[in-house]
């Protein structure tokens, strides 16, 4: 703040600047790092992005069941469901501190 209690507009612009910096690499970092979500005691694996991307699932031979695909169907399901719990805690843990700096900033999407 000037005095006059007037805020420093440069200083504000400055510092809205480097925090969507800072969300952009965040967000960055998310899209590289990967979490893996299982279910069925480890049978069927998701892979997931911090973004939430599936990039990989694997599923144990002992989990394939030709009279029975409705079950590894629930597995994957709840395998994916796993990972993006995971992924939105990464999120969380990331982009939370960032979106609540950014909060009390007008014009910004939080």
Same mark, same amino acid.
């Given at each position: 703040?000037?005095?006059?209690?007037?805020?420093?507009?440069?200083?504000?612009?400055?510092?809205?600047?480097k925090?969507?910096?800072?969300?952009?690499a965040?967000?960055?970092?998310?899209?590289?790092?990967?979490?893996? @979500?299982?279910? @069925? @005691?480890?049978?069927?694996?998701?892979?997931?992005t911090?973004?939430g991307?599936?990039?990989?699932?694997?599923?144990?031979?002992?989990?394939?069941?030709?009279?029975?695909?409705?079950?590894?169907a629930?597995?994957i399901?709840?395998?994916?469901?796993?990972?993006?719990?995971?992924?939105?805690?990464l999120?969380q843990?990331?982009? @939370?501190?960032?979106?609540?700096?950014?909060?009390?900033?007008?014009?910004?999407p939080?």
């Open positions: 703040m000037i005095p006059g209690g007037q805020p420093n507009m440069q200083a504000l612009l400055q510092q809205a600047q925090m969507q910096q800072d969300l952009a965040a967000q960055e970092e998310l899209a590289a790092t990967e979490v893996e @979500g299982t279910a @069925g @005691g480890g049978l069927v694996k998701a892979t997931v911090g973004a991307e599936l990039r990989a699932l694997q599923i144990d031979p002992k989990a394939v069941d030709p009279d029975d695909t409705e079950t590894l629930d597995l399901v709840a395998a994916v469901h796993n990972a993006n719990e995971s992924a939105q805690a999120q843990a990331k982009l @939370g501190p960032l979106a609540q700096g950014l909060g009390g900033m007008p014009g910004m939080f």
